[in-house]
């Protein structure tokens, strides 16, 4: 069994990873300081891809291809299509940001030894070290966790049938291959989508694109709840009926029976209903993948507790992206977020506060303002901030308007402290965020409703 020595690791191979390599590169590592581990095959990618432009019908034409999408989010609009799904290399780290695609032999180029297909199993952070499932050992000065989250699994919760074939999830690669062949394999057919989340509605959405019969399923009384309001969701559950997505609410699935070969064929309801599939996608939730280190480090809020820094309670030891709970500076508190700005910019802030240190100065703290986004179908919205306190609409949120655009506030004490919007363009998008980030005194309810997002624009 091999041993090696590095003064960093990098733990994951995910996007975090990916902005933390590039961040070690801009600051200067010497050939063999840096090592990244990884489970999966392939060097770190933007992984938002995999329920987008991954999943996109071979040969199609579609106006939100990936590329596309990131530039727009930066508040440039190149209205551009091309052909067909993405797929790798084009879509690395860090071509999510506009900034260096890091192919694999970048990393050869930079000097940072990329260790692919490798699973770490154990690790002794009192002993610096990290143990392959093949046994190798890594040893290191300097560890970053960047192991991000996993799915949960239905049969986890020991759901009848749940490990029949063709009952798919969507975390890594390896799992968008396998929805990309199911999709060809059961072209046409039926699909049953099992949550109301991210992945419920951008999976929801992929399928119906590539002509399957969709039902979506979710226990709660609107889809997105962890961010949506009723009125926002309403728009989208509308809009997603009129593209033809059946939607079934208030209810999960209890069980699944399965052809004789072993492939699903029907999904029961615990409301007593059951529907056919060919397909099933699950997206349930995700857990951080924090069990490598249960009981060596502070652990807050289900994540690894880290400092502004992302620095752990063990010296040397910094976690960023899902896995970490760091304090969010503007609201005062402790959060995990599972969201990919955030995990690029805290692998950034990581590496740069260990160079810094290095030199015995530091970064200043990180002062993150909460950015969520997604895309499906024709739409795209944008979120800055919190979804706390009371909320309005404003705008034109009719779901069968050809091009919708509206938009939320949320405001709690008096100010605003969160903004969303449906279809907005650049410039909008920015003054959400600047809106989010002044948390300004609003008025009324109905006065932001009727400035909409000039009330923003004028911050
Ligand atoms: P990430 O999951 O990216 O990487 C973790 C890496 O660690 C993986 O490579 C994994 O294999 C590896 N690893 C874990 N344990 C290991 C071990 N023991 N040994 C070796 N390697 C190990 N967010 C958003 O804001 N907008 C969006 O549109 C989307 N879209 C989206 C789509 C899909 C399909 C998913 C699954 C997620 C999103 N997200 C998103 C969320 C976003 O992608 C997510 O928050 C970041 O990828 C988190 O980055 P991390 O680096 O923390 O984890
Ligand atoms: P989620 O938390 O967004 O949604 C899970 C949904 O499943 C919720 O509506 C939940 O109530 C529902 N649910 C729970 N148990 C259920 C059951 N037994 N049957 C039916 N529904 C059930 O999680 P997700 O959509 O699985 O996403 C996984 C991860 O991927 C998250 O970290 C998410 O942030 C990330 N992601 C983000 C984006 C984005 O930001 N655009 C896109 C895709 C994935």
């Known amino acids: ?172 690669i390896d799992d968008a291959d396998k929805v990309v062949e199911a999709i060809k394999a059961k072209k046409g057919g039926k699909a049953v989508v099992v949550g109301g989340g991210y992945i419920g509605l951008e999976l929801s959405s992929a399928l119906r694109i590539n002509d399957f019969d969709v039902t979506m399923v979710f226990p709660e009384p609107w889809c997105m709840p962890r961010l949506f309001t009723a009125d926002i969701a309403a728009f989208y559950e509308t809009y997603y009926t009129n593209k033809g997505v059946k939607i079934i609410k208030g209810t999960v699935a209890s069980g699944f029976t399965a052809h004789p070969n072993g492939e699903v064929n029907e999904v029961q309801l615990k409301d007593g209903r059951s529907l056919e599939a060919d397909i099933v996608i699950v997206g349930v939730g995700a857990k951080p993948l924090t069990s490598l280190f249960k009981g060596q480090v502070e652990e807050d809020k289900g994540g690894i507790k880290t400092d502004a820094f992302f620095k752990t309670s063990v010296p040397d030891v910094y976690a960023v992206g899902d896995v970490a709970t760091f304090p969010l500076k503007m609201y005062g508190d402790m959060r995990r977020v599972e969201h990919v700005d955030h995990s690029r910019k805290s692998a950034e802030q990581a590496v740069k506060a260990i160079k810094a240190a290095e030199g015995g100065g530091t970064v200043e703290e990180y002062d993150y303002l909460p950015f969520f986004y997604s895309r499906s179908f024709d739409l795209s919205w944008q979120f800055y901030g919190d979804n706390v306190g009371d909320s309005v609409l404003f705008g034109d949120s009719n779901p069968s308007n050809p091009k919708p655009r509206f938009g939320a506030y949320w405001i709690q004490d008096g100010k605003v402290v969160g903004a969303f919007m449906e279809g907005g363009c650049g410039d909008e998008n920015k003054a959400l965020a600047k809106v989010a980030k002044a948390r300004p005194v609003a008025e009324s309810l109905d006065e932001l409703a009727k400035q909409g997002i000039s009330f923003a624009a004028k911050i």
């Open 1 to 172: 069994m091999a041993e090696k020595s590095f003064k960093y690791i990098i733990l994951g191979g995910g996007v975090s990873a990916g902005y933390a390599a590039k961040e070690f590169a801009n600051q200067g590592v010497k050939p063999g300081e840096l090592a990244v581990i990884s489970k999966e095959a392939v060097a770190p990618y933007e992984r938002p891809a995999l329920s987008k432009g991954y999943l996109f019908p071979e040969g199609k034409n579609l106006k939100f291809a990936f590329g596309v999408c990131f530039l727009f989010r930066e508040g440039i609009i190149i209205f551009t299509s091309i052909a067909g799904a993405a797929r790798l290399p084009g879509f690395h780290c860090c071509v999510g940001s506009g900034g260096e695609k890091l192919l694999p032999e970048s990393y050869k180029q930079k000097g940072i030894e990329l260790i692919l297909s490798t699973e770490i199993v154990k690790a002794d952070l009192a002993a610096k070290t990290l143990v392959s499932a093949a046994g190798d050992v890594f040893k290191y000065e300097t560890l970053i966790i960047a192991t991000g989250s996993t799915v949960l699994r239905l049969t986890d919760f020991g759901v009848k049938g749940a490990d029949s074939t063709n009952i798919l999830y969507l975390r890594e």
